[in-house]
């Protein structure tokens, strides 16, 4: 019966991720319709996603009710989108960060036209909420402090955000009357600031959309930028290597647990000798600036708040577990730019090879652990 719930959840999640990528690429008329439903299906089968669907996780659920309440909330229908943001907190309590994004779409857009207005007013073109140089970050930040003090902008914000406001405050009350966020093993699901899972989660992202951040035009550009900002590039790469040197957590189940990809990922790398962890910040920075770079079509409000979420959903983790970095992924996915119908179906080709890999391992390369006859198998 689950797992028949669970195929509903797929098939639903596959119609809303093709109802989203409607709403967010509305205005670039270019874009088929037959390519909208490539895209679609192919993030429905994406693999850490699509292997859960015939198992007894919350994953279909969660990312099923987190996605609803992103469409709704694009549509303007925030009392739903809080409601549905409800459901996805109790199938997973870490999804009260995406009801923050979702209000975190509306406070944007909200900047997003007072920003506008502000760049007519002065009549300077050559400002733009889109460019990253240091004067307009500047700017920006100014601009931000003097919207955010205002009562009278404060009030409109409320007004607009209140359904999600109130399910925050109420996750806080389930905080306090639970004594953390955490129900069941709190032992094994502390929190801490993992700051390498950010790390983590951009390689992850690099893997699985390789045709739109891999590509030989990208690392032509990310070695120009390099080039161009030798400064800001080697400050971010010792802030980096300071990240990775303090702030760097084991979890007890990524050693103990030979079931998971990440055990064998952190033993076959990361494990190989101590210094690997700090020989891969190059491919990191390059896989932050790629990133970076594909979501320049949104605005610098837009990208700010979904960092602040991103941040927020992975770093607190002590576990690297590839299933807390589906929904950012998804999310991320639904608003970069579409790619040629040749990289769609590379990159639906792809999954599916990952997706008949794993299914292979788990049915049919399974073993057994020392003083326990339950066969085990290889698994997300």
Known sequence: MLRFINLLFSAGNFYLLYLLLLKIHQKNKAVSGFQRILSALTLAVFPTLYFFTFLYYTDPGSVFFTLFSYLMCLYGNHKTSALLGFCGFMFRQ?????????????????????????????????ISSRKGSSSDLTRILQFLVQYLVSPKNLVTLTALTWPYIILVSLFFVFIFINGGIVVGDRSSHEACLHFPQLFYFLSFTVFFSFP???????????????????????LITVISL????????????????????????????????????????????????????????KSIF???????????????????????????????????????LYRQLLELAFYTLVNAVTLYLFLNRTFQWENNDEVQRFMW
């Open 94 to 126: 870490t999804n009260i960060v995406w009801t923050v994004f979702c209000a975190g779409n509306v406070v944007a857009e909200k900047l997003n036209e007072a920003w506008r207005t502000e760049l007519q007013k002065k009549k300077d073109e050559k």
């Open 212 to 234: 739109h951040l891999l590509t030989p035009a990208k690392i032509r550009k990310f070695l120009l930028s390099l080039r161009k900002h030798p400064v800001q590039y080697s």
């Open 242 to 297: 300071f990240l990775i040197w303090k702030f760097t957590y084991v979890h007890k189940y990524l050693l103990a647990d030979n079931r998971h990809y990440t055990f064998y990922v952190w033993r076959k790398i990361f494990q190989r000798h101590e210094l690997v962890k700090y020989l891969l910040v190059p491919f990191y920075v390059f896989a932050g600036w790629s990133f970076t770079d594909t979501l320049k079509s």
């Open 302 to 340: 837009w990208i700010l708040m979904y960092f602040v979420c991103l941040l927020a959903v992975t770093v607190p983790q002590k576990l690297l577990e590839f299933r807390y970095f589906i929904l950012p992924f998804l999310i991320y996915r639904l608003n970069i730019p579409f790619l040629s």
